[in-house]
């Protein structure tokens, strides 16, 4: 029927009995007794697991004119009008089915499109604190791997600085073998000497010879991790609270990108090692397809570094004098527990200008991050030197004063702008953010 929900159920093959039990008093003793009785055998069941809505049928009472005698009632009995609410046939005029006289017949003007029950939560229309939070866990979509303890600290701004790491941490650097333990120990003298440090600054100050995955389980044992506001992505020490000592604004953590085409020319062919390699013909015409608009520049980064790397392996093949131990990073070795960055961090190891910018340390990837102790330009030195006026720390500034990471992102990249201009006029128009 069009007006009606039906309920819906799957048949199953069955091998049961109807039975139908009595229960006999006996009057003078009060004892029960429990009589089966098999009605018949049952061959097949039907399941109904969805939900049963209303029924509003069209049906109509007819009143009845027959008296109750005694105690004997009359069901009442019922018209269906379903007919006369469907047009059978097709036709253009709808007059005649307009003009009818029918019943009070007020069916819901949709059923349930759901067939089994589901959870709806009824937020406000406001969005609450509450409401967003619910919002970003329900669309955080199931991964394909068992997580991994990583026993390590991921601290916001506004969490409590941790004291120390947990025991899953220390148990997993004794399971790893006395050489851990010492790379452990190695890391720890590093921290002693500087509570803050950027992973590849880490990287670049460890034995070349260490093996990267203890690198990465042991820094946990070590220091926590800053997701969030002016020591981004830095490793600090366990106790050591920096949004407290105005002195960790040299260990400040600033985001610096290199923007312009003609900058990114200029800094891949910087390096001595990689020279030969990228001033072979066919690179030049790779360099060359980098002159168009610069808004087409970052749809094309990927696939530019692809075509670098692959004639950096067409040129090992040619016999072409290459350092292999100094290749082209895509991406920064900073993340906390990046587990596809194994061999990028362990060809990284001794490039001191992944963590410092200076005259002879350019940028070597299009996004980089620096500590502020280790940018070689005397007025980021100078504002260093500035004794703090404030009394709590800025989620953007930190301790420095407002707008102090904006203008030395701008000194950095007049600087790089002039180091490349001084380098090569004929780059002189080149910029950098």
Same mark, same amino acid.
């Given at each position: 029927?069009?007006?009606?929900?039906?309920?819906?159920?799957?048949?199953? %093959?069955?091998? =049961?009995? $109807? /039975?139908?039990?009595?229960?006999?008093?006996?009057?003078?003793?009060?004892?029960? *007794?429990?009589?089966?009785?098999?009605?018949?055998?049952?061959?097949?069941?039907?399941?109904?697991?969805?939900?049963?809505?209303?029924?509003?049928?069209?049906?109509?009472?007819?009143?009845?004119?027959?008296? %109750?005698?005694? =105690?004997? $009632? /009359?069901?009442?009995?019922?018209?269906?009008?379903?007919?006369?609410?469907?047009? *059978?046939?097709?036709?253009?005029?709808?007059?005649?089915?307009?003009?009818?006289?029918?019943?009070?017949?007020?069916p819901p003007v949709l059923f349930s499109r759901q067939d089994t029950p589901s959870f709806y939560n009824f937020a406000p229309r406001y969005r609450t604190t509450e409401y967003i939070q619910l919002e970003e866990k329900s669309h955080k979509l199931p991964v394909s791997r068992k997580a991994r303890p990583?026993?390590?600290?991921?601290?916001?701004?506004?969490?409590?600085?941790p004291t120390s790491p947990r025991p899953g941490a220390i148990q997993r650097v004794i399971n790893l073998g006395l050489s851990a333990i010492q790379v452990k120990d190695e890391i720890q003298k590093l921290f002693d000497e500087r509570p803050i440090w950027m992973r590849p600054a880490l990287a670049y100050h460890m034995p070349a010879d260490t093996r990267f995955i203890y690198f990465t389980?042991?820094?946990?044992?070590?220091?926590?991790?800053?997701?969030?506001?002016?020591?981004?992505?830095?490793?600090?020490?366990?106790?050591?609270?920096?949004?407290?000592?105005?002195?960790?604004?040299?260990?400040?953590?600033?985001?610096?990108?290199?923007?312009?085409?003609?900058?990114?020319?200029?800094?891949?062919?910087?390096?001595s090692s990689r020279k030969r390699m990228l001033c072979t013909d066919a690179n030049k015409r790779v360099l060359a397809d980098c002159r168009k608009s610069y808004e087409s520049v970052h749809s094309r980064e990927d696939s530019f570094f692809d075509e670098l790397l692959n004639s950096s392996k067409k040129s090992q093949e040619d016999n072409i004098d290459y350092d292999g131990n100094d290749e082209l990073d895509q991406t920064i070795i900073d993340d906390a527990e990046d587990d596809d960055a194994d061999d990028r961090i362990q060809k990284s190891l001794g490039k001191v200008a992944d963590y410092r910018f200076g005259p002879n340390n350019w940028p070597t990837t299009h996004q980089v991050r620096y500590c502020l102790s280790d940018i070689e330009i005397p007025e980021v030195q100078a504002m260093l030197e500035e004794v703090p006026e404030r009394t709590e720390i800025d989620p953007v500034d930190g301790w420095l004063r407002p707008g102090g990471i904006k203008k030395i992102r701008d000194l950095l990249g007049q600087y790089l702008k002039k180091w490349i201009s001084e380098s090569d006029p004929t780059h002189a128009d080149s910029g950098a953010e």
């Open positions: 029927m069009v007006y009606s929900k039906p309920a819906c159920g799957d048949g199953h %093959s069955s091998n =049961s009995f $109807v /039975i139908r039990i009595q229960r006999l008093r006996n009057k003078v003793t009060g004892e029960l *007794k429990l009589v089966p009785v098999i009605l018949g055998r049952v061959t097949r069941v039907y399941k109904f697991d969805a939900m049963a809505d209303f029924q509003f049928g069209p049906f109509e009472r007819i009143p009845t004119t027959d008296k %109750s005698e005694g =105690s004997k $009632v /009359i069901p009442p009995n019922y018209k269906i009008f379903y007919n006369d609410l469907i047009i *059978k046939d097709p036709t253009t005029m709808i007059d005649s089915y307009l003009s009818r006289d029918m019943p009070l017949y007020l990583t026993f390590g600290y991921l601290v916001n701004l506004d969490d409590v600085t389980q042991i820094l946990p044992s070590v220091a926590y991790y800053m997701i969030r506001g002016p020591w981004s992505r830095a490793w600090v020490r366990y106790g050591y609270d920096p949004r407290k000592d105005p002195e960790a604004r040299r260990y400040q953590v600033i985001d610096f990108r290199v923007q312009a085409y003609m900058v990114v020319r200029k800094l891949l062919c910087h390096s």
